[in-house]
């Protein structure tokens, strides 16, 4: 009986080695996420080792396995090299992998965030402010997935905010207007520019706010704001935060 196979697009989100020489490799893919095994990948001589780097962007041809289905041929369309180059983009590079695993579990979402993260991955690589596009990834796979925090009316009222807006409440599921401070008394008073970077990475293109000018006290905020933001609707510590974390205080 004949394998039944089928090709796909898809960027390779994670790598766990298996027995000698396998490898189970989880993908993103438009349609939704795959989780494959790569046999005989590890072997120098197997035609995928290379072609299945992490976040590497490849045409895939699988075939449909009882338990899993199998790659049978993988070609390379985009290495972004340029994560590799740099310590500070290489972790960036396994933030976004991570995140995305985590939160994309509903197939509709995949087309998305998909596209979002190619378009996060290619910025990744040429940006200055690696910082900005972590905080327009972060912002849109949350609205893709269902966890769109409220910024521009109350979370808890629903009046339109203003600049006197100054506390962000992950409980209620964003930003509060004074009358509704009492709500949680555990909200983050945050500044002006934090909120207004906030607004934006929900709001803008990657390239409209890459190109801002921000301080890097208030990036660090947004980044420690969008972390917990993940991790409270994730139910799960981001790993390769603390990586990217070390990174960053000995980079800057
Ligand atoms: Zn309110």
New binding site residues.
């Given amino acids: 009986m004949g394998e039944r196979l089928y090709r796909c697009d898809g960027i390779i989100l994670k790598r766990i080695d298996v027995g000698e020489a396998d490898r189970i490799v989880t993908i993103l893919t438009p349609q939704g996420k795959i989780i494959a095994t790569a046999r005989g990948v590890r072997k120098t001589q197997s035609k995928l080792s290379g072609h299945l780097e992490l976040l590497s962007h490849c045409q895939l041809q699988l075939a449909v396995g009882k338990t899993r289905d199998v790659l049978t041929q993988s070609i390379a369309v985009e290495r972004f090299a340029q994560l590799q180059q740099q310590l500070v983009r290489m972790a960036a590079g396994y933030y976004v992998a991570e995140l995305t695993d985590t939160l994309l579990a509903d197939e509709d979402a995949a087309a998305q965030v998909y596209e979002l993260c190619l378009v996060a991955l290619r910025t990744l690589c040429t940006s200055t402010s690696v910082e900005m596009a972590l905080h327009w990834y972060t912002m849109q796979l949350c609205d893709a997935v269902g966890y769109r925090p409220q910024l521009v009316?109350?979370?808890?009222?629903?009046?339109t905010?203003d600049q006197h807006a100054n506390l962000w409440s992950a409980v209620q599921g964003g930003m509060?207007?004074?009358?509704?401070a009492r709500?949680d008394i555990q909200a983050t008073r945050v500044s002006l520019a934090v909120f207004k970077v906030l607004r934006l990475v929900q709001r803008e293109s990657l390239s409209y706010v890459i190109a801002l000018e921000v301080p890097a006290e208030v990036h660090a905020t947004v980044f420690v704001i969008l972390r917990r933001w993940v991790m409270r609707h994730s139910e799960r510590a981001i790993r390769s935060a603390q990586f990217l974390d070390d990174v960053r205080s000995q980079t800057f």
């Fill in positions: 009316d109350c979370a808890v009222c629903g009046s905010l509060l207007c004074p009358n509704c709500s």
